[in-house]
T-cell receptor, first 113, second 116 residues
Framework: NAGVTQTPKFQVLKTGQSMTLQCAQDMNHEYMSWYRQDPGMGLRLIHY???????DQGEVPNGYNVSRSTTEDFPLRLLSAAPSQTSVYFCASTPGQGYNEQFFGPGTRLTVL | AQKVTQAQTEISVVEKEDVTLDCVYE???????LFWYKQPPSGELVFLIR??????QNEISGRYSWNFQKSTSSFNFTITASQVVDSAVYFCALISISGGYNKLIFGAGTRLAVHP
């Protein structure tokens, strides 16, 4: 199993550009989530999904969209990138609900100029 | 409101010293789960332990041990005889029923540096 994969590893955007961060898992996990990690703030939940077709907002959802058309994939879309979205983004998955161990992807480092 | 506080931003120790990382949490729920994750310099997040609110037994895994005390809302992590490979950022996290068990709340993390 590849586990949780994320692409790209690094990305530089200009303010106002849009892009999609990809996340995929091959463990048939129902629950998937996106976090952002900023210095001194730990990880903060952006959006999560409890199954295909079901998504909900986390702590910091503004400026981001998600969809879950399959169990395997959970892309995160930045609609109009802003410098405040410069961060490291982690995708995670877990079987069942979020209170189980979450398996994290390797992260995407995004810089918005 | 739910909150996790890791008051120690950075800790520096010399190899073979014991070190304790503090974690204090806040929740009104009686059913919740606590976690510790390790983030080594390579950047990935590694799961260390999960503890539910009804299990206050301390846990030991090799050089790692965890002390869960509901009376003080703390879930502290001790590394015995630290090694350079323990150098990492360590995160404590909380998830509870009021968040539908879907919103994992992380502390800000403690950066541990173990020097030879």
């Amino acid at each position: 199993n590849a586990g949780v994969t994320q692409t790209p590893k690094f990305q530089v955007l200009k303010t106002g550009q849009s892009m999609t961060l990809q996340c995929a898992q091959d463990m048939n996990h129902e629950y998937m989530s996106w976090y952002r990690q900023d210095p001194g703030m730990g990880l903060r939940l952006i959006h999560y999904s409890v199954g295909a077709g079901i998504t909900d907002q986390g702590e910091v959802p503004n400026g981001y969209n998600v969809s879950r058309s399959t169990t395997e994939d959970f892309p995160l879309r930045l609609l109009s990138a802003a410098p405040s979205q410069t961060s490291v983004y982690f995708c995670a998955s877990t079987p069942g609900q979020g209170y189980n161990e979450q398996f994290f992807g390797p992260g995407t480092r995004l810089t918005v100029l | 409101a739910q909150k996790v506080t890791q008051a120690q931003t950075e800790i520096s120790v010399v190899e073979k010293e014991d070190v304790t990382l503090d974690c204090v949490y806040e929740t009104r729920d009686t059913t919740y789960y606590l976690f510790w994750y390790k983030q080594p310099p390579s950047g990935e997040l590694v799961f260390l332990i999960r503890r539910n609110s009804f299990d206050e037994q301390n846990e030991i895994s090799g050089r790692y041990s965890w002390n869960f005390q509901k009376s003080t809302s703390s879930f502290n992590f001790t590394i015995t005889a630290s090694q350079v490979v323990d150098s990492a950022v360590y995160f404590c996290a909380l998830i509870s029923i009021s968040g539908g068990y879907n919103k994992l709340i992380f502390g800000a993390g403690t950066r541990l540096a173990v020097h030879p």
